[in-house]
């Protein structure tokens, strides 16, 4: 069978269009975000049953991978994708369930 050149221009052009897609997907894509760890000091955690409620409110915000508390500190380290949330909305989860936090320090 004999290919033409109206059906080699054809791929050509078929191949370029995915190639020029996936090359914008990647470009845009949240994968070139870095893990980050916000160190937070929470108000009101007065015992041990209180990160319980904190971590729920953190696990609820998309983005969020990992949370480990200081009691006697009153802080929680949070680990997150800095590409799918920010501080500020983990601060407003804490905050929403009872536990206003403040920054203390954010690390790469």
């Keep these: 069978m004999k290919a033409s050149k109206a059906s080699f221009t054809k791929i050509a052009q078929i191949l370029s269009i995915v190639m020029a897609t996936a090359i914008s997907a990647l470009t845009m894509s949240p994968a070139f975000a870095a893990n980050k760890t916000a160190t937070l000091a929470v108000s009101n955690m007065t015992c041990s049953a209180c990160p319980i409620t904190v971590k ?6 998309y983005g969020v ?6 009691l006697d500190k009153r ?12 501080v500020k909305a983990l601060t407003k989860a804490t905050e929403d369930a009872g536990y ?3 920054i203390v320090v954010v690390r790469k």
């Design 65 to 70: 991978e990992k949370v480990a508390f200081n």
């Design 75 to 86: 802080e929680a380290a949070v680990t997150f994708d800095d590409g799918s949330t920010t």
């Design 100 to 102: 206003p936090s403040k």
């Design 56 to 61: 729920k409110a953190l696990f609820g915000v």
